[in-house]
């Protein structure tokens, strides 16, 4: 049976509701949003500013338009209003946003150099540090074996761990795990150890010969210590690199585990 006139209104008009709420950043059906926003260790709004933020960038939230108030997101997202006014004020301040009284939140800009960390496929790259960047030395562990799966090399019969964290802008970027062979690591002057980059701080020992490097690149997401230290929700994404560097014999002097927030990190290819 064909819908009536009526039907055909009732139709036009759920349609139009749906589609005004996913330009606006909400579910389409009306539904709660499923952004995982209840991780341990990072407060709500920071998360929440997160998925906002991630509006914006994506033109979701276009430059100009008004978004969602403060009831809608609060619905739409399972949170207090106050979380939401604190997640929105992250936004305001870095001038994203602009509140104006009895008329409503709008899009002032789009975040600036978001995608900004190009991850290095040739072995002079990867001797760069980036500019910008700070590294701080999280933990060091003398002799220690290599935890997890080693794809290169011939492993070494002790290592020197080190935990490292990348920042640029006072924002967390990259976290690593560093192991250097011991036979090697006391050649390293210890000031290299927050200012090179881990293939650079065996490329420089003297009379060691740098002679393979391999890497390999994973998408996956935060699990919780990786959203405490990068300061992203449990489950974003973000890419995971593995390092290797290999002497002349074969053994694997340098393994680096990094893990990059995902919302910051591109990868050129060069084909031909």
């Known amino acids: 049976m064909c819908p009536g006139k ?30 995982d926003i209840g991780s341990r260790g990072i407060t709500r709004y920071h998360q929440l500013a997160t998925v906002f933020r991630r509006h914006i960038e994506t033109g979701t939230w ?35 946003i602009r509140r104006h009284r009895a008329k409503g939140t709008f899009v002032m800009a789009a975040p600036r150099d978001q995608v900004w960390c190009q991850l290095e496929t040739n072995f002079f790259g990867l001797l760069q540090a980036r500019e910008g960047a700070e590294i701080e030395l999280l933990s060091e562990e003398r002799k220690v074996a290599i935890s997890g799966k ?21 924002q967390p970027y990259m976290i690593a795990e560093v192991f250097i062979s011991e036979r090697w690591v006391n050649a390293i002057p210890r000031a290299a150890f927050t200012s090179k980059t881990a293939l650079k701080l065996v490329a420089d020992i003297g009379g060691l010969t740098i002679n393979d490097v391999e890497q390999i690149m994973t998408i996956g997401v935060a699990d919780i210590a990786a959203s405490e230290a990068l300061q992203i929700p449990l489950n ?16 694997l002097v340098l393994f680096a585990r ?15």
Do not use: C
Request: charged fraction near 30%; charge should be positive; hydrophobic fraction near 35%.
């Open 6 to 35: 009526r039907g055909h209104e009732h139709m036009k008009q759920k349609v139009s509701q749906a589609n005004q709420r996913s330009a606006a950043g909400l579910p389409g059906d009306g539904t709660r949003a499923t952004a």
């Open 62 to 96: 276009e430059v100009g338009s008004q978004i969602p108030t403060v009831v809608e997101l609060a619905n739409s997202y399972s949170v207090a209003r106050e979380t939401v006014r604190q997640a929105l004020g992250m936004l305001a301040d870095d001038g994203l």
């Open 150 to 170: 080693v794809e290169f090399g011939t492993v070494d019969q002790s290592y020197r761990k080190l935990r490292r964290r990348h920042w640029r802008n006072d």
């Open 236 to 251: 974003a994404p973000v890419a995971q690199i593995e390092r290797y560097a290999m002497d002349e014999e074969g053994t």
């Open 258 to 272: 990094n893990i990059y927030r995902g919302d910051i990190v591109r990868l050129n290819i060069k084909s031909k």
